[in-house]
């Protein structure tokens, strides 16, 4: 099954890296970004996660999304939940490294998202990019 990148949704329905996104950019840089994560979109399980620069590992699953739109970069924290890609954390790029305080906040967020959808009832993600259905 592809592949298909969502939006980390926390308790209270707030999604912090489309929040982010959409008030910290212009709206040409967000269709840019938004097409950058749409290249994520539609691997096949036994695809290989897409190569740097364009994507990195950072610790264990986590990886970032590397995004440029004109003098904005940006670092998109996700992991893979089966064919889900989740975005868990936006920041823009200050320094070579990512902080231990974003990848703290992003696994912080991966354990809430696990605890919730892997709980009885829950409310699915929303996909992310033109092609979500």
């Not at 938004?34 to 264990?60: A, H």
């Not at 868990?88 to 305080?101: A, G, I, N």
């Amino acid at each position: 099954m592809p592949t298909q990148a969502v939006f980390y949704r926390d308790e209270r329905g707030r999604e912090p890296v489309r929040e982010f996104l959409r008030t910290q950019l212009t709206p040409k840089a967000w269709r840019h970004v938004e097409n950058q994560i749409d290249e994520m979109n539609g691997l096949r399980d036994s695809d290989p996660p897409l190569p740097f620069p364009m994507t990195s590992q950072i610790e264990g699953s986590l990886r970032e999304l590397r995004c440029h739109s004109g003098n904005a970069l940006l670092r998109i924290l996700y992991r893979r939940s089966g064919n889900l890609l989740v975005l868990l954390h936006v920041f823009r790029k200050s320094s070579k490294t990512v902080s231990r305080r974003d990848i703290d906040l992003a696994q912080k967020r991966w354990r809430d998202f696990k605890r919730r959808m892997d709980a009885p009832t829950r409310r699915g993600p929303r996909p992310v990019g033109r092609d979500a259905p």
